[in-house]
């Protein structure tokens, strides 16, 4: 499942003071906010990754099981105006062709 920006259910967050307030997910502090992104295999949709954009976190973490679609949506991302910061392969499956790897995207260009 694909997750959608403009999502009209409120998520409640918990301030310092104690008090929650409800915010809806566009209005989130986008210079302060993290998205942690784990696709199927397949990887990110373009429509995923267009709503991304628009929704213009400040960094983007990004778990993927195929350094293949992982490339291809970093090359999203990069067009998007982030850079990668780090990348970090894991070899979950030792004596196999597979292995997660871990790549942190931050923005540089803001709108």
Do not use: W
């Amino acid at each position: 499942a694909e997750a959608i920006f403009q999502s009209k259910d409120a998520v409640k967050v918990a301030k310092n003071d104690g008090d929650d307030v409800d915010l809806l997910v566009r209005d989130f502090p986008r210079g302060s906010t993290v998205v942690v992104v784990d696709p199927p295999r397949k990887g990110c949709s373009e429509e995923f990754l267009e709503q991304l954009d628009a929704y213009g976190p400040a960094r983007v973490v990004y778990m993927s099981c195929d350094p293949a679609t992982q490339a291809r949506d970093a090359k999203f991302l990069v067009s998007y105006g982030y850079e990668i910061v780090s990348i970090q392969p894991f070899d979950l499956f030792p004596q196999t062709r597979h292995i997660e790897c871990l790549a942190v995207f931050e923005r540089t260009a803001m709108d």
